[in-house]
């Protein structure tokens, strides 16, 4: 079955500061799939990648998928404390397979 | 739409105890997940539903676990009988189609003493 690794686990930052997460899945990925999560509260939807790398950007964020379809990353530029929270990749891993998500990252902004 | 609708937020039971969580999917969507979230085990898939048919439920525990979703517009999860290693966050989730973007409820979070 497919599985996501994430790392950093956890990341501190300064405000401003620019910061990278990272997704690697132990197979090919179908669609992946990056979420936020605030304490207490449901998954935010951020960005869907599909084909070998893509990127997109939404405001100060911008997610890349490989070429290979197997890793994908999230810059964030200029963080915010708005940013802090707990970032999940998610994947599809096609046809007959679950979807599965990383272990997540904690994301940390001091003012 | 008011989104993904998840009730009770908050359920606090005895073991033993019989737990039902609902979810209500946003209008249209044709698929529909359950996921459970500790902090061990991070975020897992019980059971995934389209067209309200249960198509793959391998993520489902153990028998004391059991959904259905008898119409588009209502689903629940069921634990009888629940115990303590059973407190989790619940999400209900659904999608326009499998593979597609999934719109999250706000979760139920459910303490078993």
């Known amino acids: 079955s497919q599985e996501l690794e994430q790392s950093p686990q956890s990341l501190i930052v300064q405000e401003g500061k620019n910061l990278t997460i990272n997704c690697t899945s132990s197979?090919?990925?179908?669609?992946l799939y990056w979420y936020k999560q605030k304490y207490g509260e449901g998954l935010i939807f951020l960005m869907m990648l599909q084909k070998g790398g893509e990127e997109k950007s939404h405001e100060k964020i911008t997610a890349k998928l490989d070429e290979k379809k197997q890793q994908s990353s999230l810059h964030i530029t200029a963080s915010q404390p708005s940013h802090a929270g707990i970032y999940l990749c998610g994947a599809d891993g096609g046809y007959g397979q679950n979807f599965v998500f990383g272990p997540g990252t904690r994301l940390s902004v001091l003012p | 739409d008011a989104g993904v609708i998840q009730s009770p937020r908050h359920e606090v039971t005895e073991m033993g105890q019989e737990v039902t969580l609902r979810c209500k999917p946003i209008s249209g969507h044709n698929s529909l997940f359950w996921y459970r979230q500790t902090m061990m085990r991070g975020l897992e898939l019980l059971i995934y539903f389209n067209n309200n048919v249960p198509i793959d439920d391998s993520g489902m525990p153990e028998d004391r676990f059991s959904a259905k979703m008898p119409n588009a517009s209502f689903s629940t999860l069921k634990i009888q009988p629940s115990e303590p290693r059973d407190s989790a966050v619940y999400f209900c989730?659904?999608?326009?189609?499998?593979?597609?973007?999934?719109?999250f409820g706000q979760g139920t979070r459910l303490t078993v003493v």
């Open positions: 989730a659904s999608s326009r189609d499998r593979g597609l973007r999934a719109f």
């Open positions: 197979k090919t990925l179908y669609g």
